[in-house]
């Protein structure tokens, strides 16, 4: 197996194992909030594998809807942050001096920001909650990309079939759309996927401060803040596992983009 076909075995039983978690925390829902004071505070077992809360409720079904909920989250902010980031990046390179320094200037501004408190800032001001943070975290994560976008057009520009296409005639939006979306198409697809730990780490960590979601969902930041309080009794399962389990799927986030990088990668292909 050459190295090429390594990288896409990794690629995709990063991305079984994620949407496993997915699709096994969305069953889990229900058992997630079942209460039973004949379990509370067990320790990790054959028949609780992360163990039992305060509540007798799973750990493990909890640990599992708040990381699919994380997931969701991270996909649906993620892909709305990559899309701004596409069209800035798009417009700061084709529209002309003015808007390209417009641009420029919200993404030194925002990026000049430290990002925890903008996005805190930006999710409360729209209400907390499930909205406020899928908005908070869409809404402050794209000056990266837009960044390189940017860049790579900047390039792009002064390649030949692109002033071949401007000299035959050609609009800029038909030039941005037909010759430079498909050559930005790799760049996007990496930093889509690289967003995806970012958005979620962002959440959880929001939710943790009290600034996301609300108590009543099994996310992975509630979880991990009411945990807190019982971990000077002993009961270290409680945010031990959890957070082991966020991390590992951030990690699992991050090799599935930089695999991806590599298979996108021309001179890959002859690994």
């Known amino acids: 197996m050459n190295r090429r076909k390594r990288t896409l075995l990794i690629f995709g039983l990063a991305l079984l194992f994620l949407a496993a978690v997915t699709l096994s925390g969305m069953l889990c829902h229900d058992v997630a909030r079942k209460a039973d004071f004949s379990v509370k505070n067990l320790r990790p077992c054959g028949l609780y594998l992360f163990g039992t809360d305060w ?150 960590s929001i939710t943790f401060l009290g600034f996301g979601l609300t108590s009543e969902q099994p996310a992975i930041g509630v979880i991990l803040s009411e945990s807190m309080r019982y971990l000077i009794t002993g009961k270290w399962w409680l945010a031990v596992l959890p957070g082991v389990m966020l991390v590992l799927t951030v990690e699992l986030f991050d090799v599935a983009g930089n695999a991806l990088r590599r298979l996108l990668d021309p001179s890959s292909v002859q690994e």
């Open 55 to 204: 509540l007798g409720r799973d750990m493990l079904a909890r640990t599992l809807t708040g990381l699919s909920m994380s997931i969701r989250i991270g996909l649906c902010t993620a892909g709305i942050s990559a899309c701004i980031a596409l069209v800035l990046g798009i417009m700061s390179a084709v529209l002309g001096s003015r808007v390209d320094a417009v641009i420029s200037f919200l993404i030194d501004t925002i990026m000049g920001i430290p990002h925890i408190l903008l996005l805190i800032l930006v999710s409360f001001a729209f209400g907390k909650g499930f909205k406020g943070v899928v908005l908070g975290v869409a809404l402050t994560h794209w000056p990266s990309l837009a960044r390189v976008i940017r860049s790579e057009v900047m390039q792009l520009k002064d390649s030949e079939y692109i002033q071949a296409a401007a000299r035959l005639g050609q609009g800029k939006l038909t030039i941005a759309v037909r010759h430079m979306l498909p050559h930005l198409f790799p760049q996007f697809a990496v930093g889509l996927i690289l967003m995806f730990p970012h958005a979620i780490l962002h959440e959880a």
